[in-house]
C-alpha cells in the first residue's frame, strides 16, 4: 500500500485509551500530532513518544476561551490540521433519579459541550482550506442503553445528533465528519475515567446497580483492542468515502444492531397508528 502524504491530526484527550493508541499509530505511519493533556508530566511524556513529531498542549476543553487559544497555537506552531479528533470524555455510573444535576451537567460539559467548543474553535480554519476530517468518538451507548449509565448515554446520544446534523453542514465544504462508537475495549474506560454517582438508591440495585458491578468486574478485561481501534479509525479516515458512522468490536455491532432492529419493529407494529394523527382532508 503507498504512504498517503503526512498528515497533522490534533487528538484531545491523549494521555491513554483510545486517544493514545490513535496518537501511536499516526506518529508511527510517519504524521504529527498535536495532543491535549491535562499535565505537564503527561505531555512530556507525550513529547517524548516522537520528539518534534508529538507535541503535547495543556488543555480542559470545558474552557472555551482555552480552547480557542490553543487550536491557533497549534495552527500556527504545528501546522494545518488535518484530522480533528474528539476523543476526551469520561463515564459516569449511577441510576438517573440518584444521579445529581450537577453531575450530569459537568458530565454535558467535557462530552458534548468541550467537543464542540474545539469543533468551533478549529472550523474557521477548516473552511478557510474547504477542508479536513473531524473524528467524533461516541460509544455504542450513544446509540443504544442500558440502566445505570442514563447519563453518560445521553451525552453520547447527544454528541450523535450533532455530529450528523454537523456531517451535513460541512459536506458541501468539503469538510468530512465521521462518527465513532466503539464496544467494550480495553482502555481505562472502567477505571480513572469512570465516575460515580455520590448517591446510591437501593431500588435500583437490580438495575442500574448491577451494571456498576459489570463495568468493576469487567475492567481490564474488555474484547477490544484500542490498537486495532485506531488502524480502523486511520482507514476510515483515509478511505475515499469515508463512514459516518463507524461501529467497532462485534458486542457494538451485536447490541447496536439488536437496538435498531427492536426499533423498527416497533415503528412498524404502531405505524397505522402513527399514520392517523393528520388533519381530516376538507369536505
Not at 114 to 141: C, D, K, Y
Not at 151 to 157: E, G, L, R, V
Request: glycine content about 10%; aromatic content about 6%; overall charge negative.
Amino acid at each position: 500500500m503507498t504512504q498517503s502524504k503526512a498528515k497533522i491530526w490534533l487528538i484531545t484527550g491523549v494521555s491513554s485509551g483510545f486517544g493514545r493508541a490513535l496518537a501511536e499509530a499516526a506518529l508511527e505511519r510517519g504524521d504529527r500530532v498535536a495532543g491535549t493533556v491535562r499535565s505537564a508530566a503527561a505531555k512530556a511524556a507525550f513529547e517524548a513518544l516522537e520528539p518534534g513529531r508529538a507535541s503535547g498542549f495543556l488543555l480542559d476543553v470545558t474552557d472555551e476561551p482555552a480552547v480557542h487559544r490553543t487550536i491557533a497555537a497549534i495552527e500556527h506552531d504545528v501546522g494545518p490540521i488535518d484530522v480533528l479528533v474528539n476523543n476526551a470524555g469520561y463515564g459516569l455510573v449511577g441510576s438517573v433519579e440518584a444521579t445529581s444535576l450537577a453531575e450530569m451537567r459537568q458530565m454535558f460539559e467535557v462530552n458534548l459541550f468541550g467537543a464542540v467548543a474545539v469543533m468551533q474553535a478549529a472550523l474557521p480554519f477548516l473552511r478557510a482550506r474547504r477542508a479536513g476530517h473531524i473524528v467524533n468518538i461516541t460509544s455504542m451507548g450513544g446509540m443504544t442503553t442500558w440502566p445505570g449509565i442514563g447519563a453518560y448515554c445521553s451525552s453520547k446520544f447527544a454528541l450523535e445528533g450533532l455530529s450528523e446534523t454537523l456531517a451535513q453542514e460541512l459536506a458541501p465544504l468539503g469538510i468530512r465528519l465521521t462518527i465513532v462508537a466503539p464496544g467494550g475495549f480495553r482502555t481505562d474506560f472502567a477505571g480513572r475515567s469512570l465516575a460515580q454517582a455520590a448517591r446510591t438508591i437501593d431500588d435500583y440495585d437490580a438495575t442500574a446497580g448491577n451494571s456498576r458491578r459489570i463495568l468493576a468486574e469487567h475492567g481490564g478485561h474488555e474484547p477490544g483492542d484500542p490498537r486495532k481501534a485506531a488502524q480502523a479509525i486511520i482507514g476510515a479516515v483515509a478511505a475515499e468515502r469515508p463512514p459516518l458512522h463507524l461501529l467497532l468490536g462485534p458486542d457494538a455491532l451485536l447490541h447496536v444492531g439488536e437496538k435498531l432492529g427492536a426499533l423498527v419493529e416497533e415503528i412498524g407494529r404502531w405505524a397505522v397508528v402513527s399514520a392517523t394523527t393528520s388533519f381530516d382532508p376538507p369536505l
